[in-house]
């Protein structure tokens, strides 16, 4: 199979230049010129208040939208004219959202495996990575469970599980413990800190919640779409 | 899990609403399955009865309704005396209505002629001559007509005597009455007319030469027509007449079914947006989509199908238990006809999941996430 994104260390995993996103024929302005580089094993946290235009940048990133202008980089590679995007959803980013968005049809092991479908992947090989993906998030014993029938903090490490599928280097997460109470929200970003030093995963993160914000070791603040301040933190 | 688990399931997750829509398939399919089994069964019936009789062609007028008009019977031997006929044999059939009894197949045969010497008593007795006035009934008959040999039976004005039950190894036959040809001229009122002479050619005899001898009947008989055994059910026009009032009624029950299976996909693909968002979301291509949409229509299709056969299959042996069919066809549930009626059902389930797939394929993962 070629190989659509060649490991490239010379760019930065993402690279953002007067990003802009409108909508409604230029009548609303999410992102009005952004322009930050994301660079391979950091993890990083936007935040800001709601309609900032935090999950916007976070759905460009992943190729699920397009921007108005600006140009945005994937190891070099521009997002918005990616030959086939789809691979790179499939290949490169794993995608978690507030809302789990698993499907309910399918049990716990069937999520999982839902994005392999585009590997060239036996069924066996399936069912052995997405195990082996449970049992990494602590899922094991939940297999043939249904979503519905599952806590918060669990379905969201389904989702976590099912963006690990097919060994993604990036994690775009968008509001990973929005939906979870404070307890599960602790599981939920240790489990999230663990696979990003474990795995050396690249980690954007979008989040308006402080605490969540500050275990990350970069910190994007965004304001009326554009990025406000963008600060690292010294390494402990 | 595989791909057909996906497939599988998102029709598993609306049972009644996937299963109305394969009864609206199924009873597509099974009309599709009575009707064309009915048409083709009675060219099979009408064919495997003149196989029956042994006869080689049958010379008949071009024009008429479910049967040919009457033409002089003078023609007969005419047709006799040309090279290479072995024998002939004139018949007078007509459709009447008998007693309680809908329309039924009589048929007048010459007497000792070749058609009637093949007929098989299993009963009574055969009239003893050409001029005796009784009827013989094919053993169906007897069932539809709820006689025995001994009865009388009405045919128009006379009332004639039941003397024999015969068994005509076609349906067409055993579902008939038959009598000499001259006495059937004597009572419908049509003496010195027939409608078809049966032709026996001499054993061994060429292709090219049997067509030259139709050529040299049509100069003897230019408003008619010779046929092989083999065309007769193909070229007449009643024949026509009722394959493509089948057809079409068919062609009708399977526009009903797309439409069934296609308002079904479209809500379904409209439920689903979150659902396909997702699967855009992490990777699906959009041909997958498509590709699950289709194959969800092609096995709704399969289904009904495979429910309309049988139904069309339990229909068409009911049908054939009641007065109006029994005796008159044998339906054909040929493998053929079983297998295109699925073909048929699997093709409807794909057309109709054309445009939902479609439309599925067009949306946004962004926004279908948030749909």
Redesign the interface.
Known sequence: MTDLFPLDSSHPVFEATGLKKEYDDGKVAALRGVDFRIQTGEFVAVTGPSGCGKSTLLAMLGSLDKPTSGTLTYRGLSIPDLADPPAYRAREIGFIFQAFHLLNTFNVLENVQIPMFEADWTRTQREDRAIELLKLVGLDHRLGHFPTTLSGGERQRVAIARSLANRPGVILADEPTGNLDSTNAEQIMNLLLKLHHELNMTLVLVTHDPNVASLASRIIRMKDGQVASDQTKPPA | ???F??VS??L??RPVRTALTLVGISIGIAAVVALVGMAWGYEKSVGKQLDVLGVDAVVSNISGGLLPKMFDADLQAKVAALPDVKETTAVLMQMLSIEDAPLMMVSGREWGGFTWNQMKLIEGRMPVDGKEKAVILGKLATEILKKKVGDTLQLEAEELPIVGIVDGQAVVENGAIFLSLEVAQEVTGNEGKINFINVRYQPGISPERTAALAGEIKKLFPEGRTMKADQVVGTSQGFQVARAMSWSTSILAIAVGVLGVMNTMLMTVFERT??I??????????R?IVWMVLCESALLGLLGGVTGVALGALGIKILQTTPTVRGMLDPDLSPQLLVTSVIIAVAVGIVSGLYPAWRSSRL???IA?HG
């Open positions: 899990m595989t791909f688990t996906i399931r998102s598993i997750r979150h659902e968002g997702i699967l855009l979301a992490v990777g699906w291509k959009r997958r946004t993962p962004s996430l």
